[in-house]
């Protein structure tokens, strides 16, 4: 069973020792997806499986047989840009840009946890399912992901128009882009 | 990386079978092991691809909760019985790692993850866990970061997990199944200190799988939480934490109680003697501090950790100083 990425049917590696990222990039020619750390530390390379947000580096290639993978390629499939794209510009939520796609997809799957009623470290209360993305859960749910550069108020911006707005009870688009 | 060959399993059974041939390792998220497979301080033959068995997790009818090892961290987190009956265990897990790993990392490689000694990852460095019978170089080294409690002249690493000091806490039972058949082990019971094998970090047979934990009917865990004091506010291990779980009576006293210490020894840290002296005492911040002073009365710092005993004793009496605050509707199901 083949690994579907970006919507493409791609063979499982025959060498288990390929990991997601670098099947992504040196066989795949996607660099869109970075390599910072490659040992988990940065988020650079995080990409969405099965909607959910994932360190590819940590991820090797042969376990995502039959799984859905969607990289910074493929987070909108007419080639406009995405509402966090937009707003990453809007809100110059970069420097180098090194870790923008990462930190894009990591937002994403973020989204969608929040959507789901997923807890994080400063939710006050547990037993409650409906979390409202404010400045510091949003900063909180995105601390795996570095910006060297220091780009992180830019970044914190961009997330929080594109998503803030959409706790509660209407959260349009989030599932449908990841899925 | 070194090669190596890659199957995945499709039940119980055939795991074991496969994970049972002399340098196999099961493999979870790969969080931790493909990180030091790729350092080369890992070199498994084969790898057993365990992340298609149980992950369920289940209430069961006499009160206790079952979660199988495939069960990803943010799954476990974010259930509703564990956040309502365990909050210490969702609180704990949410405290590590990052929101990507925690989709990644599961309950079995977790309760099995290496050390996080820079030492260990340094293959520069001797290191009597890596190889045995070199020596280690944390002990004279910057070892700021290592053990105050229950170490050896062969090691002072720390076990890395925050989930785990939570289970440690609730006396989880850890169930596996190996060649030799099925056992349990109390999980106080799972990891080893040093002394000198510190190659060895659990008490696992070879191949022996773990297959899920039980949680215990264990009413008074609504009241538990967990916390973890660590260099930056977020994706940091811990320096110390703190996972607690506090029964106090009508009378003021109180009527049982649940600690354990992460970041102060090879494996998670049960407090029994916290636990023993608390028992039947008031809840008051002074029993709390004779408590947490006599559970750390034989700490033994080294040259760059003589904060930590203190540390751990300001929060464990935090803990259960907020813990005996906890208004009582918190706690309601």
């Given at each position: ?50 909607g959910e947000r ?54 994403i799957g973020m989204a969608s946890e929040i959507e789901r009623g997923v807890p994080s ?10 979390i ?9 749910r ?32 989030v599932?449908?882009?990841a899925? | ?73 943010t799954?476990?987190?974010g ?20 929101g990507?790993?925690r989709n ?230």
């Open positions: 069973m083949p690994i579907t990425i970006n919507g493409q049917s791609v063979a499982v590696p025959t060498d288990p020792r390929v990991s997601l990222l670098d099947l992504l990039r040196e066989h795949l020619h996607l660099s869109g997806t970075k390599k910072g750390c490659n040992q988990g530390a940065c988020g650079a390379c995080t990409v969405l499986a099965d994932i360190l590819s580096c940590l991820a090797l290639a042969v376990q995502f047989e039959g799984r859905s993978v969607l990289s910074i390629e493929g987070i909108t499939d007419d080639g406009a840009l995405h509402p966090l794209q937009q707003a990453f510009i809007e809100h110059d939520g970069y420097q180098c840009g090194y870790c923008t796609p990462g930190q894009i997809c990591s937002a470290a400063v939710t006050a209360d547990l037993a409650s399912d409906s409202d993305l404010t400045h510091e859960e949003l900063r909180e995105m601390s795996g992901n570095l910006c060297r550069c220091g780009a992180h108020n830019g970044i914190v911006d961009a997330i929080s128009e594109t998503y803030a707005s959409r706790t509660g009870a209407s959260r349009p688009a599932a449908e882009i899925e | 990386m070194t090669p190596f060959d890659y199957a995945r399993a499709g039940d119980t059974a055939a795991a074991v079978r496969m994970g049972s041939v002399a340098g196999a390792r099961y493999l979870g998220g790969g969080t931790n092991l493909v990180d030091l497979m790729r350092e080369n301080i890992e070199q498994p033959a084969s790898l057993v691809d365990v992340t298609g068995l149980g992950s369920a997790i289940e209430e069961r009818a006499d009160g206790t909760v079952w979660i199988g090892a495939a069960a990803r961290n799954a476990i987190a259930h509703a019985a564990i956040r309502r009956r365990y909050p210490a265990l969702s609180r704990a897990i949410l405290a590590g790692a990052s990507q790993i990644m990392a599961t309950l079995g490689g977790n309760l099995l993850q290496r050390t996080r000694c820079t030492y260990f990852y340094d293959d520069a460095a001797r290191c009597n866990k890596r190889e045995p019978g070199s020596g280690c170089d944390a002990i004279d080294g910057f070892n700021r970061i290592h053990a105050i409690l229950g170490a050896s002249v062969a090691c002072v690493a720390t076990h890395p997990s925050d989930m785990c000091v939570a289970l440690a806490a609730l006396d989880a039972v850890v169930h596996l199944e190996g060649s030799a058949g099925a056992r349990t082990l109390p999980f106080d019971a799972l990891h080893r200190l040093p002394g000198g094998r510190p190659d060895r970090d659990t008490e696992l047979q070879p191949g022996e799988l773990v297959t899920g934990i039980e949680l215990p009917s264990l009413a008074f865990a609504a009241r538990s939480t967990y916390r973890k004091v660590r260099d930056r506010s977020s994706y940091a291990f811990a320096l110390v934490s703190v996972a607690a779980a506090l029964d106090v009576g009508g009378d003021g006293t109180v009527r049982d109680v649940r600690i354990a210490l992460g970041g102060v020894a090879h494996k998670p840290w049960r407090a029994h003697i916290a636990e023993q002296s608390l028992r039947g005492q008031p809840a008051t911040e002074a029993s709390f501090r004779a408590a947490a002073a006599a559970e750390l009365a034989d700490a033994a710092p080294l040259t760059h950790n003589a904060f930590k005993p203190e540390l751990a004793r300001r929060t464990i009496v935090a803990v259960l100083s907020g813990l005996t605050e906890t208004p009582m509707k918190e706690m309601a199901p």
